[in-house]
């Protein structure tokens, strides 16, 4: 859900607010992140077929993923979502769960649930990934000299990968 202040809140309409507490009804904990993506609609019917589509995710859970998009997608619509890292891309396929207007942008919400465990699995490995790519960056900057990614690897798992590990399972 976007961040909304408590004034703001009570000055919107009853069915808004009921769509709110809805949107909460999560089955796993969802984590605020932002990785680059790219998904396309996948169906059997090619006229529901798309054309890839760039965007970022806005939310990252052990159940799927929540991310904006220009035009709505049907609830139950099989989608292809491409993580790309450095120079690999991760390809993961989910299923929409649902799509809302955003209350505060002229996009739409999708949230998408993973079809095989193994899936959700490799969308953890690419949040670690890029948080251990973030580490890297802030721990060469505070060392003055350029830390290799084994390096930060090691360091990260050292450090938080406990932490990580209570955050999903």
Known sequence: MTHLTQKRILKMKRKDKVKILIKERRRFIRHPVCFPLTY?????N????????KTATL???IGGLL???KKPVKS???ILIKMP????VFNVKARVAHCEKSLESKLYDLGVNFYRVKDAFKIKLI?????ISEFRDLWSMQLG???SLEDASREWIKRYSERFSKMYW
């Open 67 to 69: 991310f904006p998009v």
């Open 145 to 147: 000299k350029e830390v």
């Open 127 to 131: 949040e670690q990934l890029y948080l």
């Open 46 to 53: 090619t006229k529901l077929n798309s054309l890839e589509e």
């Open 85 to 88: 890292f450095q120079d690999k």
């Open 40 to 44: 396309k609609v996948i169906a059997k």
């Open 76 to 78: 139950g619509v099989k």
């Open 59 to 61: 939310n990252i859970g």
